[in-house]
């Protein structure tokens, strides 16, 4: 064998690597991003701008995407039981998880805007998770479901006072042990169970009261949760039966008496993607909870807090979806094929100008959408916000997966390669559209707010009519939306061909108000007036793909 090595080396080195491009690391993911910086200002949030830039200088340094990277790859471990056979029900997580949860919970994407409220402080926050989900989205699931548990857990006024300090908290702490011990907590949810997820009326855990029944009493919950996230939570907002129906509940980890409460975790979810975040399934044997909200009025409380993840999730499809653009843009800026770079070539400037459109359109909604939860109490804005959050979710999460299958393309067979990016992304994508209430849900919650809450679509008819005159294509497609609804109740059956005119109208009315020229004028022309096909890649001519194209390549 010896011989065999010495007598191939005798030929020397075989090949020298040319025509590989770089890794994408060690910049900006916020200064690189000027339609990113030119939406948080026109929603409101220009004073964050600065913390923004370092934030996203943070997070695009080497050293952080590589922890995205080894998150990843070691997916958490559950130890049910310890050595002696006792309960343990404890999660394990890389460390790579530890500091990438420290960086987003230091950044306050947990609770900032509940913590320390502003105007464009809901705006603020969502800018930064758009930013972190390109480095890492799983970190994301505790994160969001934190987010949104704030304004359900105010509905109980002494378990607020307890808990909102800890969530609050900007240190993030990973210890096991009871909240009353630690420095944060972190808020989770469980709504799915084995016979169904959707119809959450077909929960069949029950629970029991403990002594006097009704908001703030104890119950103890019998039952199971199919799907339960980040079951390192220190508590969550649960659903389960009561003899009023389906009522909330909030249940610590650990019981008042200092001792692990009996939610049992049964095995982790062996999922397609989002590997860094554990997803459980877990039985409740006799878990102690706290009912939140009025017994039987459950499903409001925890949609309540369904809402804001919706929002996160099309913020978070909206990020993964600008992080592939980008690893696209930096291998076709740094590879030739056919004596020129791939950015040079024509056919792929539309690709990659057609993606770009597709993603400033999906950032720039999401913005909009964050800042009307800026405004809760003004009623156009909750109204915009009811309609809008379904709708915003189903279609960004739905053009993620394909956009992301377009990206990894860019990168021809390395980006099929593991050692890459683009498969840790690609696999990321469809779980936005999943979880937090599934596509078809979610258009049929539009044609429900449109049809029982017409304020919900006067607010964003009056957003579209805004716009009006601005483009004649755009223009034309509003009319043509408008009898959708006039004088007609929608049929569930178009439920998606309505929300996907809807979404495309609005990210029209939004663009065609501050997108740049170039982008403005693609979008009219291919998502507004049909001049484009099905994939990524046919923008119709006239269109300044190049300069587009150019644009969006980071470094
Ligand atoms: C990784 C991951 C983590 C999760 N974490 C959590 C968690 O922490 N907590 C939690 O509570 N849940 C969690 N979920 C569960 C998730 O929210 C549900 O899977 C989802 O809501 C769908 O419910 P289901 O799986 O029961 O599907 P079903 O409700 O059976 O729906 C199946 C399909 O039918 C469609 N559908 C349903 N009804 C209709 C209708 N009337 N008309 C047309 N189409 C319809 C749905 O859109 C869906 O596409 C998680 C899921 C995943 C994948």
Known sequence: MAQDVTHISEFGQTHSVTNQPPPLADYDLFAVDRALAGAVVAEGAGWAVSALSSFGARLGQADMLRQGELANRNSPILHTFDRYGHRRDEVEFHP??????????????????????????????????????????????????????????????????????????????????????????????????????????????RAEPVGPRGPGEAYRLIGHKWFFSAPMCDAFLVLAQTAAGPSCFFLPRWTPGGERNAIHIQRLKDKLGNRSNAS?????????????????????????????????????????????????????????????????QPLMQNVIADMTVEVEA???????????????????????????????????????????????????????VEEGPMPRLYREMPVNSIWEGSGNIMC?????????????????????????????????????????????????????????RLVLALQGALLLKDGTGGIVDAFCASRLDGASGRAFGTLPGGIDAARIARAVVPL
């Not at 930013?131 to 378990?159: F, H, N, W």
């Not at 939860?373 to 915003?392: G, Q």
């Not at 964003?460 to 509003?478: K, W």
């Open 96 to 205: 790579a998880w530890h500091r990438l949860m420290t960086l987003a919970v230091g950044e306050g994407l947990h609770s900032a805007p509940w913590a320390e409220p502003r105007i464009g402080a809901h705006v603020a926050r969502a800018a930064g998770v758009y930013l972190m989900c390109q480095v890492e989205a799983g970190v994301q699931c505790p994160v969001t479901m934190t987010y949104g548990s704030v304004p359900a857990l105010k509905r109980q006024p002494d378990i607020a006072a307890q808990w909102l300090p800890r969530i609050y908290s900007k240190t993030y702490d990973q210890a096991f042990r009871p909240a009353s011990e630690k420095s944060s907590a972190l808020i989770g949810m469980g709504m799915t169970e084995k016979q169904g997820g959707s119809d959450l009326r077909a929960n069949s855990t």
């Open 280 to 344: 459980s399934e877990v039985e409740f044997n006799g878990a102690l909870g706290w009912m939140i909200g009025d017994e039987g009025r459950g499903i409001p409380t925890i949609i309540e807090m369904a809402n804001y993840t919706r929002l996160d999730c099309a913020l978070g499809s909206s990020g993964l979806m600008r992080q592939a653009l980008a690893q696209a843009a930096h291998h076709a800026a740094n590879r030739t094929t056919f004596q020129r770079k791939l950015i040079d």
């Open 362 to 416: 999906a950032m720039r909604l999401s913005l909009r959408l964050a800042r009307s939860y800026d405004r809760p109490d003004d009623p156009a804005e909750a109204s915009f916000a009811r309609l809008v959050t379904p709708a915003a979710k189903y279609w960004i999460c739905k053009r993620a997966p394909a956009l992301a299958a377009e990206a990894m393309e860019v990168l021809g067979g390395n980006g099929y």
């Open 444 to 500: 049929l919650d539009v044609l429900r707010a449109a049809t029982r809450t017409p304020d919900s679509l006067d607010a964003v008819m009056a957003e579209l009519r805004s716009a009006n005159g601005a483009d004649r294509r755009f223009d034309a497609f509003c009319g043509r939306l408008e009898s959708d609804f006039t004088g007609r109740t929608p049929h569930e059956g178009e439920a998606r061909r309505i929300v996907e």
